[in-house]
């Protein structure tokens, strides 16, 4: 079964950076889109960055310049960097297919950026 499992969300400074990890089975991964959405309380779910197969990238108006993401399609991983994060950034973040499958989501990696 295609499961999804996000890791290395946390508390952060705003000002601070982290790097969310997704991983993804089976195995045929690299043929696929990939996407970083999140969800913040109250709201829906939004798409943050994509990145095709070939690693062309795509990115939501309030993330350019300070988010970057990336694929290792040999370890069948998608990686979010997270740079300046700001309270606005605090969100469960989720990866999934591009286009999203919605039977695809995993459970997610809280990210919280308080003082």
């Known amino acids: 079964q295609v499961q999804f499992v996000e890791s290395g969300g946390g508390l952060v400074q705003p000002g601070g950076s982290l790097i969310l990890s997704c991983g993804f089975s089976?195995?045929?991964?690299?043929?696929?889109?990939m996407g970083w959405y999140r969800q913040a309380p109250g709201k829906q779910r939004e798409l943050v960055a994509t990145?095709?197969?070939?690693?062309?990238?795509n990115y939501a108006d309030f993330v350019k310049g300070r988010f970057t993401i990336s694929r290792d399609n040999a370890k069948k991983m998608v990686y979010l960097q997270m740079n300046s994060l700001n309270p606005e950034d605090t969100a469960v973040y989720y990866c999934?297919?591009?286009?999203?499958?919605?039977?695809?989501w995993g459970q997610g990696t809280q990210v919280t950026v308080s003082s």
């Open positions: 999934n297919r591009s286009p999203y499958v919605n039977t695809l």
């Open positions: 089976p195995i045929v991964f690299s043929i696929y889109s």
């Open positions: 990145i095709t197969d070939s690693g062309a990238t």
